[in-house]
């Protein structure tokens, strides 16, 4: 950590660059723009390589041809060696970056590397697509012979799914590798330029000249300089002006500046602003963003709009069917900051030519599904071209209904913030009169349907959250089991890819991809965090998923528990495996319709399929698909206790949690939490020793006592967490309702209860909103709760059973939260994993993890792998008490010693004689101990390993390990 930052020599710095050359001032700050980029183009580029690998990995599994799987393997051994020449182009320099200079030889290296990725990818491409059509003739070929049929079918559905590869993933793949390419290329050195330059004073500089441009008020010029807007300390951030609906008769819009955060919070793209304008009618204002995978047009193929929108939005008049983005969007390839404050006027979609505008969404292109919005409606339209007072556009509306045979609750029509939907996702529409699905004529599954899912209800329009992507640089390299974070000048980069929504009831996802992501910078900010080591979670995972540790009574009860009091008990392993079921085979959840519609019986096998595959063909645990699991486990235990953390830091040091980030690294097993400023100035670190003195801690132990604390308040308030899921859970199963009275409801009760026992007997916990979603949806016309009335031959009516349901789900599966809600791990937002949040969180993992941290819990395993692990998380010394030793335990403390670690061993007379001589020689300690059997291992002074194993290392018999934080003795 370095000391507080002095800021009249920031004001001092900012004040002698603008009495330069307007040129060389210029130069400076374009210059430190693409200085900046670098850490992040080298952070991307790594991970671009490592997941075009998973990538191919995922995709060689699903291939039959050989010629197609020999040439993806070559590919793998080119990425994998493109990895290691990404390691070597390093050579010590964090990131390609130091200070105020680059390693341009570092940055070339790096280039040259994706270039020559990229050129692999190009040979690949056309190798697979000669395979492509090699597969495709032999297919069409072979449909003329009937014996051939199968492998008719074979050919060509490899050759459908090489296509799609080829298009989906390796192009797409060769262009954000080039993009990287090309930002490295345009970086020269501006170390000349930067001598005795602060990188916050090129930030204020910046952010200065942007502010004069329209005029700058002293107030602006404070907020820049000291980073803070008022006395509230919120956080200087880039601002985006906004024109909202006004209810003033004079005028239609007024002009609000916020910054970029609070703007995607408090109006997010694609959601009806909930302002009422002039008229009186609320939620009529949206704004958009160019989209991937998005058509914007009405029901004859077109969108007008207002020419003002279009001139505001940067619509193309000329093209029929067009493209929403907000104004001067920056779409320089690679570019991290973009230049410029944003400018948004929101499209009035009542200006429409028919008063509305529809959005196709596409969810899943190779099956040509769509979700449908549409924002606006003509009969609000006309009504008011009438001039009509509210009132009188309520009247009209009711015989409206009426006359459309809706005889449900009466919404205000002049609220457009509520809509009809679709309960099996595919529809939402914010127009009062579509109480029928307006979209049949194009849904994929309009006529199946029939407009029979449309519902009968109006429900507010669901949140739209944005996306968002941390990248960090200048965090120093720490080490040990858990080791605190307390640093200065860390750089934060973010990034916004997309926003979602999920649709009512059925919680479908549904994506805007940007064509041009947002980007946000905190170039010098603070951060506080820790670090804990990635094998010792590994060690947790593997004894969570292990059958014989619940063989022990004090991991048995943190490692099974009753998902309601009297209700099945369940394994957090199985707990564990199933969220990575829907992770892994619903693209990171978000694909979960496709998954989660099928027929039960074909759920379990696929769930059951990939249990084997996991837990038997991936053994031992170096196995590539284990290696998957583990890393989606570290991220979830990490995602959580990110989260955990933020509140924490937020409630500790009296921080509003506004003013912070998180971020986590799985592949570091980082937990940061940041300040939200981009110079520092709420100074979190300067509160953090505030609350050292407050305490009584010393400046040495402070930190390491301000996590041990965050641990132990976190176990604690999970436990009681719990507590309170039960008692819920037992309140819900009391609740009486219609289901106790009637015969035939009560029987359809009694069958989800044993479809669920049997998912939880097979291993899958499913929690009540995803077993909802399963029984909802349907398949070739039929849902699954329909089918589960038929095969049980129930003799209940169908349209009852869809009525009454959240009351028999509620009674038969009561214990909504199965392994982490909003409430115990604080998802909120921010939160970056978006939809797939709830598969990438856990409240039994953490309290685990955290559990056996403060050594209430044993870690249990094969005794030699497990403490060679644990071992190689030590940095500085390893003191050892084993009165047992054998040849690869002796290999291994010289491997430590051979590290530059001090090894200090205490073992028996024979062992001192069989091995002192050796040991001795590698700078190793060897002392004598006579009658003592305890074992005992003390890494780095602060570690205690308490195990059941002596250093036979050989030896794979089952042991415990209890482990203790803080000083040894």
């Known amino acids: 950590m370095t000391g507080e930052y002095n800021y009249l020599d920031l004001i001092r710095s900012v004040v002698d660059l603008l009495s330069r050359d307007l040129d060389e001032v210029e130069e400076i700050i374009e210059s430190a723009r693409v200085r900046d980029e670098v850490p992040f183009a080298v952070i991307k580029a790594r991970r671009a390589i490592e997941d075009l690998m998973e990538d191919v990995k995922n995709f060689e599994q699903e291939i039959e041809s050989p010629e197609a799987r020999e040439v993806l393997e070559e590919l793998i051994i080119k990425l994998q060696e493109a990895l290691e020449a990404l390691n070597r182009c390093q050579n010590g320099s964090e990131k390609c970056y130091s200070g105020n200079e680059i390693d341009m030889e570092c940055v070339d290296c790096h280039y040259k590397v994706l270039r020559e990725v990229r050129r692999t990818l190009l040979e690949v491409e056309d190798d697979l697509d000669s395979i492509r059509r090699k597969l495709r003739k032999t297919g069409e070929r072979g449909s003329l012979l009937r014996s051939q049929k199968e492998n008719r079918k074979k050919f060509l559905g490899d050759a459908s799914r090489l296509r799609d590869f080829i298009e989906d993933t390796l192009t797409e793949r060769a262009n954000e590798l080039n ?30 000249l942007e502010l004069s441009e329209s005029g700058v008020y002293v107030g602006e010029v404070l907020s820049a300089l000291t980073g803070l807007k008022s006395v509230t300390a919120d956080p200087v951030d880039r601002e985006v002006n906004i024109k909202l609906p006004s209810k003033n008769s004079e005028t239609s819009y007024y002009e609000q500046s916020l910054p970029l955060q609070t703007l995607f919070y408090r109006y997010p793209p694609f959601e009806p602003i909930s302002l009422e304008d002039r008229d009186g009618i609320s939620g009529s204002h949206v704004w958009f963003v160019k989209i991937k995978n998005t058509d914007y047009y009405n029901h004859k193929g077109y969108m007008y709009v207002h020419p003002q929108s279009i001139k505001d939005l940067g619509f193309d008049p000329r093209n029929p069917v067009h493209d929403a983005t907000i104004s001067d969007t920056h779409e320089t390839m690679g570019a991290i900051y973009p230049e410029h404050v944003f400018k948004i006027k929101p499209v009035s979609v009542l200006e429409a030519k028919d008063g509305y505008i529809i959005l196709a969404v596409s969810i899943n292109p190779k099956k040509r599904e769509r979700v449908y919005i549409k924002y606006g409606s003509e009969f609000i339209k006309e009504v008011l071209e009438k001039k009509l007072n509210k009132q009188s556009i309520r009247d009209i509306y009711v015989d409206e209904l009426r006359k459309k045979g809706h005889r449900g609750k009466v919404y205000e029509p002049t609220d457009l913030t509520y809509t009809w939907y679709c309960t099996s996702g595919y529809g939402l529409s914010t127009d009062p009169l579509d109480v029928k699905c307006p979209f049949r004529k194009w849904c994929k599954y309009g006529n199946e349907c029939g407009g029979r899912k449309w519902k009968w209800t109006r429900r507010i329009f669901p949140k739209v959250f944005l996306d968002v992507e941390r990248s960090y640089s200048g965090v120093e390299n720490t080490n040990g089991l858990l080791s605190p974070i307390v640093m200065r000048n860390v750089r934060i980069e973010e990034e916004y890819p997309s926003a979602h929504l999920s649709m009512p009831e059925s919680g479908l996802p549904v994506v805007f991809k940007f064509k041009v992501p947002f980007r946000r910078s905190l170039p010098k900010t603070n951060v506080i965090g820790f670090k804990i080591a990635p094998e010792f979670l590994e060690l947790v995972v593997r004894t969570a998923l292990d059958e014989r540790a619940l063989r022990s009574p004090e991991l048995a009860k943190v490692l099974t528990y009753e998902l309601w009091k009297g209700g099945p008990e369940v394994k957090l392993g199985d707990v564990l495996l199933t969220k990575f079921f829907i992770y892994d085979k619903a693209e990171k959840g978000f694909r979960t319709y496709d998954l989660l519609r099928k027929r039960s019986s074909s759920l379990l096998k696929e769930y059951l399929r990939m249990r084997e595959n996991l837990l038997v063909k991936s053994m031992p645990y170096n196995k590539r698909y284990f290696r998957k699991f583990l890393e989606w486990a570290t991220k979830t235990v990490l995602h959580s206790l990110a989260h955990a953390f933020l509140s924490y830091v937020s409630v500790e040091l009296q921080i509003e949690t506004s003013n912070l980030v998180y971020l986590y690294d799985e592949r570091e097993g980082l937990v940061l939490v940041a300040e939200n400023s981009p110079i520092g100035a709420i100074d979190i670190i300067g509160a953090l020793n505030e ?51 009637e015969d035939d409801l009560k029987d359809l009760r009694d069958a989800i209860i044993n479809l669920y026992n049997e998912f939880i007997e097979n291993g899958l916990v499913l929690d009540v909103h995803s077993l909802s979603t399963h029984l909802l949806l349907s398949s070739a016309g039929e849902t699954n709760l329909e089918k589960l009335i038929a095969e ?51 409240r039994k993992l953490m309290e685990f993890t955290i559990g056996v941290l403060l050594g209430e819990y044993p870690l249990r395993g094969p005794g030699g792998s497990y403490l060679k692990k644990l071992l190689g998380i030590a940095r500085e010394s390893v003191e050892a008490m084993s009165p047992y030793l054998d040849d690869e335990g002796i290999e291994t403390l010289i491997e430590l010693a051979e590290k530059g670690i001090h090894v200090k061993l205490s073992t028996r007379p024979e062992f001192v004689r069989e091995y002192g001589e ?52």
């Open 179 to 208: 993009a990287i390419a090309q930002v490295l290329d345009n970086v020269s050195n501006p170390t000349n330029l930067f001598e005795n330059i602060d990188d916050r004073t090129v930030f204020i500089l910046r952010l200065l």
């Open 691 to 741: 609350w050292c003195k407050a305490n009584g801690y010393g400046d040495r132990n402070c930190y390491k006592n301000f996590i041990e604390k965050f641990f132990r308040k976190e176990l604690e308030f999970l436990r009681e967490h719990e507590e309170d899921t039960v008692q819920y859970a037992d309140r819900v199963k009391s609740v009486v309702s219609s289901v106790s009275r």
């Open 792 to 842: 049980k031959e129930l003799g209940v009516d169908t349209k009852k059973a869809h009525r009454y349901f959240d009351d028999i789900l509620l009674t038969a599966v009561p214990n909504y939260c199965i392994d982490g809600c909003t409430t115990c791990v604080v998802v909120d937002r921010g939160c970056t994993e978006g939809l797939g949040q709830t598969y990438t969180v856990s």
């Open 918 to 969: 050796k040991l001795r020689k590698a700078g190793i300690e060897v002392m004598e101990i006579r009658n003592e059997h305890d074992k005992w291992y003390c890494l780095d002074g602060w570690l205690l390993i308490k195990p059941t194993v002596n250093m036979n290392l050989e030896s794979e018999n089952y042991n415990s390990f209890v482990i203790k934080l803080g000083r040894c003795w």
